[in-house]
């Protein structure tokens, strides 16, 4: 275990390259970096030592979120995040392996690898940032861009429907799924904590903002504005459950929305291993 460091900025730092990757190339208000903040604060509650922690990104604006964290970093080729980290875990399956990840990152190009990681239901936890559009490479629209929506490779209006990423990922067998928002941090820990926890496959899908494309385009401001329309209408998943679904109208919802235990691939990959090393000892 790593020595326990003072809460406050002195955890940021902890876990920061300050002197080599900063600043960052984030837009001003950009929902990652609240996300990046709330992922050291996880993990430091979990007390991990940063040597035995890796993490792993493709490309895209959140992707670059590797470059800025002091672990055993990963900046991979798009979509392939998810691959990389398979690797990773079954070569060192001690390590806390962590994915991050943009909706076009992972549901596009990666939506192969995202699909098949949930059916193997591998040991990583992957914190998927939804901004609904590529912000890196122009503001196109993405697997998760509601129909209607502007892009600049929709100026009509996007008439795509959209992947729900929590209905994906629960229908594709991960242990744990849950959604939270970059306005709701503290929800957000909370859920990114129990996600590394969790023994198999876990995915958090977290709303953001990408105001310099995606609330321009739509009209929906700058950044306070998407962050105060996201407290507006994210609804706990224990509220909804009270609540008749005629409510839930351009509502979404947060919290842990599905959780199972089943068994973990590396743990059954090893004890391939071992049977096949039993019976070659036999012989």
Known sequence: ???????????THHYLRPKKKFPNVWCAGCGNGIV???LIRSIDRLDLDKDNVAVVSGIGCSSRM??????????????????????????????????????GDALAIGGNHFIHTCRRNINITTILIDNRIYGMTGGQFAPTTPGGSFATTAPYGNYEKQFDVVKLAIGAGASYV?????????????LIEAGIKKKGFSVVDVVSNCHTYYGRFNKEGDAVEMLSWMKKHAMPIEAVRKIPPEKMKGKFVTGLIHEHDATEFTHEYQMMVD?????????
């Open 178 to 190: 849950a959604r939270g928002t970059v306005y709701h941090v503290q929800q957000l820990e909370k």
């Open 66 to 103: 590797p470059v800025y964290l002091d672990f055993n970093t990963l900046h991979t080729t798009h979509g392939r995040a998810l691959a990389f980290a398979t690797g990773v875990k079954i070569a060192k399956p001690n390590l806390t392996v962590i994915v991050i990840t943009g909706d």
């Open 275 to 283: 049977r096949l090393a039993q019976k070659e000892a036999e012989k």
């Open 36 to 38: 990046m903040g709330a």
């Open 1 to 11: 275990m790593m020595e326990k460091i003072a809460h406050g900025s002195d955890v």
